[in-house]
């Protein structure tokens, strides 16, 4: 900006296109700014170029520079936020793993399928790590739970998990932005799928889920793993969706945020306004009245056509 305070009035009218380009991509469509320069473009691109064109250029890439730094600042900004997210959801998983491990009981999801309750052999009772078949009658489902049961449910759910986000790829566009947004919102994912297929599988052994409350093989119970995990999709695919946005509106603010029931002003101006060769006083590019053409006859003296030129002038 302050180079172009200091060059030439030819080098500064080269440059007009790619300030009003610059602008156009950041300034909404009725910024004052914007609607100047606009108006003023073609006369400066001509080399009509006065101070006061130089400095609304200055002030428009100035005012153009601040929105880009503003978009970038909302795609950081949701960027810390998806990688705290997934710092504390990461935390919150590894510390159901370290609990599980020393107390596997109190977090059991080992599940007893139904039996005939008149048969008189043992119990099966089915863990994520493993299946204890003809156990006793009676015999608590939590007492045989194994200190890897939760982290095996957890590295299931990071498999399904796993395989969202490589279905998510082929919604992922490539950004010119600094910030990884894309590459934070899929991270997420992998936490969320061992946290939700935990979260599932003890619903299911809370019998929350009718007609699904016992697994009858340890296969079931990774496979259900595996299914919750990828369900995290469903929570996700909001974070993807709003991620994309943020994206989007980086660089394309104009439509997206000009609030619809302002009165936009156009670039150009309307008939009857300033600037259109139907208005009276009527100008064009915003370069004011034209100024009349010199009189070639002195006031009161004949124009060619036989006219005195001071009834002439004032027509």
């Not at 030439?8 to 469509?29: C, F, I, N, Q």
Request: proline letters at 8%; glycine letters at 8%.
């Amino acid at each position: 900006m302050i180079l172009l305070q200091l060059v030439s009035d030819e080098e500064a009218a080269g440059r007009a296109s790619e300030v009003m380009a610059l602008v156009k991509d950041h300034l909404e469509a009725d910024d004052p700014r914007r609607v100047r320069l606009a108006r003023r473009l073609r006369s400066i691109i001509s080399g009509e170029i006065s101070p006061s064109d130089r400095d609304l250029m200055v002030r428009a890439l100035d005012a153009a520079y601040n929105a880009l730094d503003d978009e970038l600042a909302r795609v950081r900004s949701l960027r810390n936020i998806l990688w705290t997210a997934t710092f504390l959801v990461l935390l919150g998983v590894a510390g159901l793993a370290v609990y599980g491990w020393f107390f596997p009981q109190s977090l059991s999801l080992c599940f007893t399928p139904k039996v005939d309750p008149g048969s008189a052999g043992g119990i099966d009772v089915v863990c994520p790590t493993a299946e204890h078949p003809d156990e006793k009658v009676g015999t608590p489902a939590s007492s045989l739970a194994q200190p890897r049961d939760i982290l095996t449910v957890e590295i299931a759910g990071l498999a399904g998990a796993a395989l969202t986000v490589i279905a998510s790829l082929r919604h992922i566009r490539g950004t010119d932005a600094p910030y990884m947004l894309p590459l934070a919102s899929a991270v997420l994912k992998f936490p969320t799928g061992a946290l939700s297929a935990f979260l599932g599988l003890l619903l299911i052994r809370g019998a929350f889920v009718p007609g699904l409350s016992d697994l009858d093989s340890r296969a079931q119970v990774l496979g259900w793993a595996a299914a919750f995990g990828a369900a995290q999709h469903l929570v996700t695919r909001l974070v993807d969706d709003r991620a994309q946005m943020t994206l989007s509106e980086v660089g394309r603010p104009t439509e997206a945020t000009t609030d619809p029931e302002r009165t936009a002003v156009k670039e150009s101006p309307s008939a009857g306004e300033p600037g259109t060769p139907g208005s009276p006083d009527g100008f064009r590019d915003g370069v004011g009245p034209r100024e009349p053409a010199p009189a070639t006859e002195r006031d009161g003296e004949p124009t060619p056509d036989g006219a005195p030129a001071h009834r002439r002038s004032g027509a």
